[in-house]
């Protein structure tokens, strides 16, 4: 039976930058996902957003470290992954939520962030055509962005490869091997082979409450489903990605942005959610989401949609990712429950998790550890979920 110091369960947002951190540490390690190539879970399915300007500390510290990674990314490792500093723009047309919104700066400036409030012709610079009937201003953070996140996981399943990490594909876990005591992880079984290590870590995405069932371990992360679009190309007319955060009836929050290919890439929240793994596309999503944009943008009905898609957020209860080790069983770890931002937070977990393997931590990754802790009160819900 192969050995490796490390087995990751799935090759997404999460998983393969873990991989990569481990291997650039020395470890050997096995990558195994049941689909053909990197990405095609969750990962695909987001529509690229990345920020640091999040409303909990953990989040905040993870991000900003995401943020140096892409942001950097081609000037040191030469692909190009479509980042774009395009900036986030939450569009305020309501006194509460421009209150709830200014009540995060002290907390994310205390982390360096650059956040501020822009008034309503600011707003209209930055989103020419722009809907001002009742627009009272923006918050503005210009060193968030947008990139492709195909692009960033084939750069990183790239350079895990040139640091030994060996992947398999079209493998499918189905148990986890455990000691006599029955205390610790000794390997991992899938529908091909069987591996052994004293170290897994579960990176499933909508899976890993699978995967912790395995080993009677229960993970409160429930799949719930989001569809996205996006249209043909046009000439770049604005930079950030603009959210609106006023609810509708059948919907919260809605946002999008120009890619740096001229595309509008979008994605609404549904309300209440639809709960479940279904992701065969609705017909209500479109005219919902069309009608909101064009109200808020309307020179947006001129462009023509090229295609549409849904996906699945994997939720924790209030918002926040779970990553730690499995009090119950030694050299079982989970690195799950991405929400909507596994994209933006992967490359920082990535890091902290190897960081946590191979016995680095910082006091600074103690505490952020402590926010994404496996035992925390679940009851606590992020302002900003
Ligand atoms: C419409 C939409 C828009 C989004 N937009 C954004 C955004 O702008 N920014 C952002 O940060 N996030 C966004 N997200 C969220 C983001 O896509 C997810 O949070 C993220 O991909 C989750 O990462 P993950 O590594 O946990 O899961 P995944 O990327 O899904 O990786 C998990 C992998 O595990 C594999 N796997 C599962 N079970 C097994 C098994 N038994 N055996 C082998 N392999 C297995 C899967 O095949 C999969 O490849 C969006 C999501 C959707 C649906």
Known sequence: MNKYDAVVIGAGSTGVPIALALAEAGEHVLV???????????????????RATHSDRAKIVTALRSL???????????????????????VVYREEDAKTLKSLFPLQKSYGLHIDWIDKESVKEKVPGINDNGLLGGIFSPHDGN????????????????????????????????DRDNKSVSGVKTNKAEYSTDIVINAAGASIREIGAMVDIDL??????????????????FNPMVVDIRPEEGSKSYYFYQNALGQIIFCITPSPPILGT?????????????????N???????????????????????????????????????????CGQGLMLGPGIGELVGRYVT????????HVLDGFSLERDFGKVEVLK
């Open 32 to 50: 195994i996902d049941k689909h053909a190539s990197v990405g095609q879970g969750e990962n695909k399915h987001a529509i690229g957003g990345v």
């Open 220 to 237: 409160p992360v429930q799949p719930d489903s989001h569809e996205a679009a996006v249209t043909e190309p046009v000439k770049p007319f």
């Open 68 to 90: 140096e990674i892409v942001s950097t990314w081609r000037q040191l490792y030469g692909d190009n992954i479509e980042w774009v500093e395009g900036g986030y723009l939450f």
């Open 359 to 366: 016995n680095k931590l910082t006091l600074q990754d103690l």
């Open 147 to 178: 990139m492709s996140p195909l692009l960033l996981l084939n750069g990183y399943a790239r350079r895990c490869l040139a640091q030994g990490v060996e992947f398999r594909f079209k493998e499918s876990v189905t148990g986890i091997n455990r």
């Open 278 to 294: 279904d992701i065969r596309s609705t017909s209500q999503f479109l005219p919902q989401i069309a009608k909101r944009m064009i």
């Open 296 to 338: 808020l943008l309307p020179r947006l009905k001129y462009i023509n949609v090229r295609r549409t898609w849904r996906g699945l957020y994997p939720m924790s209860p209030d918002g926040q990712p779970l990553v730690g080790e499995a009090k119950k069983l030694s050299g079982f770890i989970i690195a799950g429950g991405m």
